[in-house]
């Protein structure tokens, strides 16, 4: 469980400047992974071995010259929502404008923590341009250069501190997150499934924060259902807004173990479903893909097939993600999607005996070794899984720098034909030995 940190400000300060400089270093790590793209407003991000989740809520506004003060209050109060520390960026350059005063005043009414960074302090010299910032009122505010990298350190050592620590009163029954776009159906699918019956579910309120896992232990069945009430409280809102369904997928996602990611067939597999998609992937979560309202459609043999086609092209390079249609409205099949999700569970969390995986690999390798580069035999000698949350292997190398992605993707797909992976991204790293 990490914690999630915002970035707001008026346009053209320097957001999203500061969002790729904080997550370089970790972005090299996750990226690693065969074809995930990047999303370039989301990302991770570590200091002093903590790691936190960054978004630029920028990112996700309308691109256009005049953005509307209404779009921008929008991001402030979804970011205050969502997030557990913002960072509210301002420009030195510009000196104080109208437009950081309404979001100053914002944040103020709220009580989230609040970093005030006044940036393009590129020199000594516009430190003293900076103090008129003071004004706003914020008791931790600093000067930086998102461009340069100078003052970000002096602020990271104090935003670590204020994030959530782990959590260690929820259970490890699996967590699962139901998420998509509004409308797809969640709290359908969530009150089909566990309804209001007081006896299967109690609501743990387990963590420090505000989120809510809701037991369900019936029918054989034991996990818990992350932000369920958050669901079912929520208010219904108009905008059919990206950014709206991404934020609010997000901690629920960090937070669960396998996504149940639910879409509405007649919409169809889109661009925001397939952001969502992405989230859950780059976190490594389990996946399993509910199309729901299939009451709905007129369908023949070849529907079921022509839409796991589609969903197959817009997940690539994962092939077997696992799809169930379902009706949250007449319960169709909604047993079959936890019993799925639960297996993807199960397989997220096994472990190869390091002695099978050598026995199965070495000799495949051999047969097919990494392509030499500048002359130089790359000889992979050993491999194992890491002892980690979801599933990584590690192969270890005389030349780890000469195995580009290719091969690594050769060496997952070796893994996934052998063992059964569907539904769970991993992570494949070389190593030197
Ligand atoms: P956003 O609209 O808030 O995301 O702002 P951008 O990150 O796109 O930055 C707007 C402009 O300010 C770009 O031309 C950046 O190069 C520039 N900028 C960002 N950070 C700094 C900084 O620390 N110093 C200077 N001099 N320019 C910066
Ligand atoms: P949420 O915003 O994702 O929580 O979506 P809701 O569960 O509130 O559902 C949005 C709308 O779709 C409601 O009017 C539901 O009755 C309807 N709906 C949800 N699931 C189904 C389904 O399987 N079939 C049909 N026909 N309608 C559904």
């Known amino acids: 469980m990490s914690g999630i940190v915002a970035i707001v400000g008026r346009p053209n300060v320097g957001k999203s400047t500061l969002f ?29 071995g903590v790691e936190f989740s960054v978004i630029d809520t920028g990112g996700y506004l309308p691109v256009s010259d005049d953005v509307f003060q209404k779009e921008i209050d929008k991001q402030v109060l979804l970011a205050i929502d969502e997030a557990d520390v913002i960072l509210f960026l301002v420009d030195v350059k510009d000196g104080m404008t109208g437009v950081d005063q309404s979001i100053s005043d914002m944040l103020h009414k709220s009580s989230k923590k609040t970093f005030l960074l006044v940036n393009k302090v590129d020199n000594s010299k516009l430190i ?75 609501d743990v309120a387990g963590t420090t924060r505000d989120s809510l896992y809701t037991r369900y232990n019936q029918f054989g069945f034991d996990f818990e259902l992350i932000d369920t009430a958050g669901i079912r409280r929520k208010t219904k809102v108009s905008e059919d807004i990206e950014f709206y369904s991404i934020l609010r997928s997000i901690r629920s996602i960090e937070n669960s173990d396998t996504c149940l990611i639910i879409y509405d067939v007649e919409r169809g597999f889109d661009s925001q479903v397939q952001n969502i998609f992405w989230l859950a992937a780059k ?27 589609e969903i197959m092209t817009k997940t ?54 990494p392509p030499s580069t500048k002359g130089k035999y790359v000889k992979i000698k050993f491999c194992r899984q890491l002892p980690t949350k979801y599933p990584q292997f590690a192969f270890y190398c005389n030349l780890p720098q000469y195995i580009k992605d290719p091969y690594k993707r050769f060496l997952e797909n070796q893994i996934r034909k052998h063992y059964n992976f569907a539904g769970v991204p991993i992570d494949v790293f070389i190593r030197k030995k």
């Not at 639960?342 to 070495?362: G, S």
């Open 20 to 48: 790729n400089r904080l997550i370089q270093r970790k972005e090299a790590i996750v990226d690693e992974v065969s074809g995930v793209t990047r999303d370039r407003h989301y990302g991770k991000s570590d200091w002093n």
């Open 128 to 202: 003293e341009d900076s103090t008129e910032f003071y004004s706003l009122g914020f008791k931790d505010l600093f000067s930086l250069s998102s461009i340069n990298g100078s003052g970000t350190g002096e602020f990271l050592d104090l935003l670590v501190e204020q994030l959530p620590k782990e959590d260690l009163a929820v259970s490890d029954v699996p967590k699962f997150a139901v998420v998509g776009r509004p409308n797809a159906g969640k709290s359908s699918f969530i009150n089909s499934l566990i309804g209001e019956d007081r006896f299967i579910v109690t």
């Open 283 to 309: 976190n490594k979560k389990g996946i399993v893909i509910l199309v729901n309202k299939w009451d709905t459609m007129s369908k023949d043999h070849t529907t079921s097939k022509q839409i796991e086609e």
């Open 316 to 369: 690539s390079p994962f092939i077997d993600i696992p799809i169930v249609f379902i009706s949250a409205l007449t319960k169709q099949r909604i047993f079959d999607a936890i019993k799925i999700a639960m297996e993807v569970n199960e397989r997220r969390n096994h472990k190869i005996p390091t002695k099978k995986l050598n026995d199965l690999l070495l000799p495949i390798i051999e047969q097919k070794p």
